[in-house]
Structures are given as structure tokens and as C-alpha cells.
């Protein structure tokens, strides 16, 4: 048998290995964390490396990710199917070990890490989804929906803003099954952080409401294992478990520095680690002893086992929950979904209404919450506003069950942890706020895009015409900037039926974020025959074209711009020209559908083509040519009433006309 100190050298040495090998990465964070990962993964830690899907598996995030060689050490060790040869390949070109820990890339990791707090934000996610769950599927003697989110974050996790944000909320959520290992060992790339991180952190997060333990010794196995069972024990507090390390530990010269931060040791003090460690072994090689103590295999089979024998009797008691259980975790819409849908929009088209986009988002949410129980929303302490709730709307606070949660002024975290939410699986998360501070938002909003995750974004108040509020709150260069982010399909309906089609459109889209873009003034509600009901759905499509058969000039637009837009193109019309009007709410689906389609919608003959939207005008070039006219945004707007700032920003049919008579003219 091995001691504990030589399976934990295996992680230190492997991490090394790969980081040298690649002559790139970092060494100290793996070496320094390596003896509480022996601990919580040998120990602790609930997993099956043959199914790393299991419904009910502990969640493991590295939140430090750029130690990710500790967690493919660990995935490798464990018996993930991660072999030597990927190892080998650390940092390389579609290797399953890229430079920070990516969803999807590799077997057994939960989310993307890298940009540093973030991974501390989505494990809120998932101990608030596992919170959630539990109290709604759990019966006596059933606890279907039981695992613990743990969690490694170094210092930088710590410094960046949004630890505040969502450990503050983390703890006012009572989510004693989140358990955080913080690696102190004060260094970070600049060196020694008590010269610009002096914080009292374990006072910090006694007064977020956290169970703090203090002075645990990051190198001692009984020391981390003490820690941990009384972490164990506190459930209606999530624990903090601060471990004094010592960076690059094992390494003679560079242990304690920052020099072993984030650059490989170099051969000679490889070679120097490996003596100091008695480590007696080439690169890449470890006995077969050691992989014999690491294996978890055998342990995960019979922990999934017993779960699943225990789902069969739950299935048998209460099989109407088992079955919208396993309905939910699968990620599949109910049976009637496409039919309810269907029917509510064109009921919609046959009964218009003229309001705001985001009531109208409202009123699709009183409508799909009756029969999509997975949809869990939330705003940035801006509910009233970008109109998130619903009569069906619960605080998870108030009801452990519910389906809202009130994450106060934290656009950041609110993002993130509900991208955590999402990855977890069981629930499509909402988050909202003010279009204009999607700018406190934008890296996690990036990471959901990154990731693939199914997070739907409702940002309200989309341009100048919030009016009073002025320019610290009017968005001008944000829809650019999102219909730019791969990934990430952006939808600026026009009025309460493109607002249906495209939250249908983002609950499907199953793969990867949807921003819905939604105004606060009243919009008009267009006509519409069947066919242009169903185009909706392409991102762009024909809303007005003139009986001739040839255009002369087409008019594109999106949101509140597209009836005055429509008005404009009727003037001109009457002058004796063809019009088209396009109303675009999707640019992203739009250009992905097929060249047939497009040119049907746009057709390459017909050069004269005109752009209408209260955002930055650049953008639409690609649609209207180097040559097109665009009536857009080229400053930041001004405080006044949305009418009268639409006025002196050109946003008006005279406007639009007067343009549009030139530029035929030319």
C-alpha cells in the first residue's frame, strides 16, 4: 500500500510532467493542492468515471482553472476515460486537455473554468439547482436528488468582484451543501498578494452567512479529512474550508514563489522535484499500484447502482414524479409542447395587442410556466421593470421549491450562477436586467456562449426610447456586440408574436444562449397571412412587398423601429417605386439559414437596401452593402422622453423618407 503523501505525488507529478512536456501551463497550483484533492477524491468525493452524467454525482469545480492539470491528473488517475496519451498532449490541438478546463471537451468536467470567480459562481448554481430539486422530487426515504458541489478556488478567485456577489447570496440561500476549499497559499503571478490582498477572509465569510474553517492544514491528510466532515455536518450554511498551502510544493527552488505559478519548472528542477519527492519513476509513468489505490471505478458502479435501485422503488411509489424527473434531467419538452405553442401563437396573431415587447414576454411566461415547471427565472433587482415574474412566480426563498430567484444588484453573478444552474441540469434558467448592463454581465454571458449552455437572457429597455433615464441607461452599441459573440442568437421581436416565436424559439434552441432584446414603449402589432407567421422563425422575413414583381428598394429593420419603418416604405411607395420591408428580429438565424431562403428575402439584384434601428448603425453594412443606407446610432443618446429623442435622432417617417428619396436618387 501507499501512503496518502505518495498518491498525492502522483498528481503533483503527472501535472509537472504535462505542463514541462508542453513547455506551458501551471505547475504550483497542482502541486500545491494536490494532497486535499487526495483527500476529497479518494474520500469524499461521490462519482462514477464510467458515467460521468450521472443524475445524482457530486459536482467537482476547479474555479483556479488554470491548475487544470489537477483535475485531469485526478479524471486520469481516477478512471475517466482520459488516457496517458491525452495527458501527453496538455495544451495541444484537439487534445481533451486544453489549457483551462472545458464542458464538453473533456469527460468528468462540469463547467469551463478559467476566468477567474466564475467557477466559484456557476457552483452556486448547482447547489441552488440541487436545493431546488431535492425539496421538490424528494420523498421520505427517497432522496433521489442528494449530492454535494465542491469546490477549489484560489486567490484571484477571491479578489475578483463577483466572489462578493454571489457568496453573499450563496449564503443569505442557506446552501449547506456547497462546500469551497480555498487554496491559501498568498501567492498569485505578481508574487506575494499581502502586499494588495490583506482582506480578513475568513471574517469575510462569516459575515456572508458561511461556515468557516479556519487554519486548516493543506498538506496534512487527517487535518483536510476533520474539515471536511464538519463541513459535512452544517446544513443550512455553506462551508468554507481555508487550507494553508504552500505553492509548488515539493519543488526545491521554486516552492513558496511565484516563479512556480504559471510557467513549467524546467527540466533540471523537474528532475530535482522528483528526488526531493522519492518519486523513482520516467515522465509519464506510474505503477500500476498507484493507479490500483486511485482507481474509482468499481466504487462509482455501486454508488450509481444503489441509486438506481433506489429510483426503481421511487419510480414504483411515485411514478408521475419519477417520470417529469427523468423528463426534466434528460432535457426533454413535454408531450404537448409544439401543440400548446402553436395554438397560443396564432391565437396571438388573431388578437393583437399593442404593447411593450417585454409585457408581452410577460404574458408568454404566464403562458409556458403553466407547462414548463423547468423554467426558473430571475432579474437583477430590476423584477418590476423587465416584467419577470408572473402569478406563478415563487421565491426560492420564501419556498425552497419555487421557481424564482431575486438576486439583488448582481448582473455578474446572477449570470454565471445561472449558467451553474443550467449545467447542472433539471431547469432552462432566465436571467434579465436593462440591456446596458449586460456590460456587467458580458464575461459570463461570453462563458454561456463558450459553453453551449441553455440560458435565456431578457434584457429590457433596448435603445433611446426608455426616454428620461438618458445615456448611462440607453444601450447603443450592445446589440452589435451580442449579435457579434459566436454562439449567441439575438432576437429584437417587434411586437407580442415575435416575442412568442422567439421564446419558443430560445426553450428549443437547447444548444447555446438567446438573448431576447425587449422595448419599453408600446409596439404596434402587424398582420400577418400564414406563411409570414411561419418565417418568423427564419430570423428575417418578408413583412410588406409591393404587387410588383421586381423590388426597387428594400427596407430592413427590427423592435420598435419596424412599424415606422413600414410607414416610410408605404411614402415611397406611392412615389412610384417597388418596396419590400424586412423585419428582421433574428440576424443571427437569419444568416444561417440557406442561400435559397436568403436570396428569396434579399435578393442580390436589388441594390438599393435600407437599415432602420436605434443602435449602432455599423452593424448593418453586411445586409445593405458599403453603398446601403443606414438611419441608425453614431453617438450616445441624450436624457428626454423617447418620443422627442427618436425625433432628433432620426427615428421618424419624414426622416426615413427624406433619406430614402435621396438615395434612390444617387
Not at 359 to 382: R, T, Y
Not at 487 to 507: L, M
Request: hydrophobic fraction near 35%; glycine fraction near 8%.
Amino acid at each position: 500500500m501507499h501512503s496518502r503523501k505518495e498518491l498525492a505525488n502522483a498528481v503533483r507529478i503527472l501535472s509537472i510532467d504535462s505542463v514541462q512536456k508542453a513547455q506551458s501551463g501551471h505547475p504550483g497550483m497542482p502541486m500545491g493542492m494536490a494532497d486535499i484533492s487526495e483527500v476529497l477524491w479518494r474520500d469524499f468525493f461521490k462519482h462514477n468515471p464510467r458515467n460521468p452524467h450521472w443524475d445524482n454525482r457530486d459536482r467537482f469545480v476547479l474555479s483556479n482553472g488554470h491548475g487544470s492539470m489537477l483535475l485531469y491528473s485526478l479524471l486520469h488517475l481516477t478512471g475517466y476515460d482520459l488516457p496517458i496519451n491525452q495527458l501527453k498532449k496538455f495544451r495541444q490541438l484537439n487534445s481533451k486537455t486544453p489549457g483551462h478546463p472545458e464542458v464538453g471537451e473533456t469527460p468528468g468536467i462540469e463547467t469551463t473554468t478559467g476566468p477567474l470567480g466564475q467557477g466559484l459562481a456557476n457552483s452556486v448554481g448547482m447547489a441552488i439547482s440541487e436545493k431546488i430539486l431535492s425539496s421538490y422530487f424528494n420523498r421520505p426515504s427517497f432522496n433521489i436528488v442528494d449530492h454535494y458541489t465542491w469546490v477549489f478556488v484560489g486567490d484571484g478567485c477571491l479578489m475578483e468582484g463577483i466572489s462578493h456577489e454571489v457568496c453573499s447570496l450563496a449564503g443569505t440561500l442557506k446552501l449547506g451543501k456547497l462546500i469551497v476549499f480555498y487554496d491559501n497559499n498568498g501567492i498569485s503571478i505578481d508574487g506575494d498578494v499581502s502586499n494588495w490582498f490583506t482582506d480578513d477572509t475568513a471574517m469575510r465569510f462569516k459575515a456572508y452567512n458561511w461556515h468557516v474553517l479556519d487554519s486548516v492544514d493543506g498538506h496534512d491528510y487527517k487535518s483536510i479529512q476533520r474539515a471536511i466532515k464538519q463541513a459535512k455536518l452544517e446544513k443550512d450554511k455553506p462551508s468554507l474550508i481555508i487550507c494553508n498551502t504552500i505553492i509548488g510544493f515539493g519543488s526545491p527552488n521554486k516552492s513558496g514563489s511565484s516563479e512556480s505559478h504559471g510557467a513549467p519548472l524546467g527540466e533540471n528542477e523537474v528532475f530535482l522535484t522528483r528526488k526531493n519527492l522519492n518519486w523513482n519513476y520516467l515522465p509519464f509513468e506510474i505503477p500500476n499500484s498507484i493507479y490500483k489505490q486511485w482507481n474509482c471505478i468499481e466504487k462509482g458502479l455501486i454508488l450509481e447502482n444503489a441509486w438506481k435501485e433506489k429510483f426503481d422503488f421511487y419510480k414504483s411509489e411515485y411514478p408521475d414524479l419519477a417520470k417529469e424527473y427523468s423528463r426534466r434531467m434528460q432535457k426533454e419538452l413535454p408531450k404537448e409542447w409544439y401543440k400548446n405553442t402553436k395554438e397560443y401563437i396564432v391565437d396571438l396573431q388573431k388578437n393583437p395587442q399593442n404593447i411593450a415587447s417585454r409585457k408581452a414576454s410577460q404574458n408568454v411566461l404566464e403562458k409556458f410556466n403553466a407547462f414548463l415547471p423547468e423554467l426558473i427565472g430571475g432579474s437583477a433587482d430590476l423584477s418590476p421593470s423587465n416584467l419577470t415574474m408572473c402569478s406563478s412566480s415563487v421565491s426560492i426563498k420564501e419556498n425552497s421549491s419555487g421557481n424564482y430567484i431575486h438576486y439583488g444588484v448582481r448582473e455578474f453573478g446572477m449570470t454565471a450562477i445561472a449558467n451553474g444552474i443550467s449545467h447542472h441540469g433539471g431547469f432552462i434558467p432566465y436571467t434579465s436586467t436593462f440591456l446596458m448592463f449586460v456590460e456587467y454581465a458580458r464575461n459570463a454571458v461570453r462563458m454561456a456562449a463558450l459553453m453551449n449552455t441553455h440560458h435565456i437572457f431578457i434584457y429590457t429597455h433596448d435603445s433611446i426610447g426608455l426616454g428620461e433615464d438618458g445615456p448611462t441607461h440607453q444601450p447603443v452599441e450592445q446589440l452589435s456586440s451580442l449579435r457579434t459573440t459566436p454562439n449567441i442568437d439575438v432576437w429584437r421581436p417587434s411586437d407580442q408574436v415575435e416575442t412568442a416565436i422567439s421564446w419558443k424559439y430560445a426553450i428549443e434552441k437547447k444548444e447555446g444562449p438567446t438573448a431576447l432584446i425587449l422595448s419599453r414603449q408600446n409596439l404596434f402589432q402587424f398582420p400577418r397571412d400564414n406563411t409570414q407567421l411561419e418565417n418568423i422563425s427564419y430570423g428575417g422575413y418578408i413583412l410588406y412587398n409591393s404587387q410588383e414583381e421586381l423590388v426597387d428598394i428594400i427596407f430592413i429593420s427590427s423592435g420598435s423601429e419596424v412599424q415606422i419603418t413600414l410607414i416610410a416604405a408605404k411614402k415611397i411607395e406611392s412615389l412610384g417605386y417597388s418596396v419590400r420591408v424586412i423585419s428582421m428580429p433574428s440576424t443571427n438565424v437569419f444568416d444561417r439559414q440557406d442561400d435559397i431562403y436568403k436570396e428569396s428575402i434579399l435578393p442580390s439584384y436589388v441594390t438599393k437596401r435600407v437599415a432602420v434601428e436605434a443602435s449602432i448603425k455599423d452593424f448593418w453594412y453586411k445586409y445593405v452593402g458599403i453603398d446601403g443606407l443606414i438611419i441608425g446610432m453614431e453617438t450616445f443618446g441624450k436624457s428626454a422622453p423617447g418620443e422627442i429623442l427618436f425625433e432628433k435622432f432620426g427615428f421618424t417617417v419624414d426622416n426615413i423618407v427624406n433619406k430614402s428619396k435621396i438615395f434612390l436618387n444617387h
